[in-house]
């Protein structure tokens, strides 16, 4: 038969103590953190390739993923938006810290970076897939869309033709589209002929 160990009630109470400060100390030292605030801006302006090069480089953007949205077929590919009967536009979706940069200052950005005053076009490329929308998730976005949008005709003679629709859903494009520019600039005439002027004019790195 083993060897029975009574414990004194003193030791016991020291013991049960101990354990508790353990605990606490524990727990105190390893706190779970805090999430990191970010939010989602979905905008269109042409070819994602030139919206993506553009905003990748503004400060308190963490990611830009190109894709589709705006329209009505679930998980469309590329060559089937590019009918025009997806009812989709190429859009890029903006994650940013809005401690950094605010929704109001993509916007600015945005009504600079293409011409929003060309229905279903930028340059040569033609089609609604191409056309100038806003996709807001909140009534408070879609307030500052239209707010920004009225202050942005200023920049304009001809009347700005941007949509401003509610996102219903935002489906990213096939992985070789992602950091196009950056990724081909040196391989696709698009990328110079295109995009790398409007880099410049924005005052971007090409």
Known sequence: MGEIVVMKPGCLAILLT??????GMTAEASPTPAPSMTANAVLGGG???????AFEQLPGVLKVT???????????????????RTGHAEVIRITYDPAKVSYGQLLDLF????DPTTLNRQGADVGTQYRS?????TPEEA?????????????YVDPIVTEIAPLTAFYPAEAYHQDYYRNNK?????????????????????
Do not use: M
């Open 47 to 53: 070819c994602f390739w030139c919206l993506d090069a």
């Open 111 to 114: 009504w600079k970076v293409h």
């Open 186 to 206: 040196g391989r696709n005439p698009y990328c110079q002929v295109v995009i790398a002027p409007k880099l410049k004019k924005l005052g971007l790195k090409q």
């Open 18 to 23: 101990c354990s508790l400060l353990t605990h």
């Open 66 to 84: 190109s894709g589709f949205a705006g329209g009505k077929s679930a998980d469309p590919t590329y060559e089937q938006v590019c009918t025009g």
């Open 143 to 155: 307030a500052e869309a239209e707010a920004s949008k009225k202050k942005a005709q200023a920049l």
């Open 133 to 137: 929308i806003i996709l807001t998730a």
